[in-house]
């Protein structure tokens, strides 16, 4: 069993930056694949982006590529979400997800295993 604990959302004007992290408990972090995902209002939850178990491999949603940067600590069990050049698009509540496969790198809500509370990321324009 793994809990996750989201924090580091807030309110930044469009074209600012955010830092959001993820703490884990359990040993078994470091053998998770760890993702981001996001949901706006009135809409369904959005791959934003998945680290694997090592930190070696990433992916992106087209829709942050160049702006967000996913990274791990495995020593902290905590993964994290930079964000730059935030759009008003970019608002919603993010979610922290672990996945026990190592061996996909999955952009859907489903595969995963573990779900933090989420944290409130809202983009003024």
């Known amino acids: 069993q793994v809990q996750l604990v989201e924090s580091g959302g807030g309110l930044v004007q469009a074209g600012g930056s955010l830092r959001l992290s993820c703490a884990a408990s359990?040993?078994?972090?470091?053998?998770?694949?760890m993702a981001w995902f996001r949901q706006a209002p009135g809409k369904e939850r959005e791959f934003v982006a998945v680290i694997n178990w090592s930190g070696g491999r990433t992916y992106y949603a087209d829709s942050v590529k160049g702006r967000f940067t996913i990274s791990r600590d495995n020593a902290k069990n905590t993964v994290t979400l930079q964000m730059n050049s935030l759009k008003p698009e970019d608002t919603a509540v993010y979610y922290c997800a672990a996945d026990k496969n190592p061996l996909r790198l999955a952009p859907v809500a489903g595969e995963y295993d573990y779900w933090g509370q989420g944290t409130q990321v809202t983009v003024s324009s």
């Open positions: 359990g040993r078994t972090f470091s053998t998770y694949n």
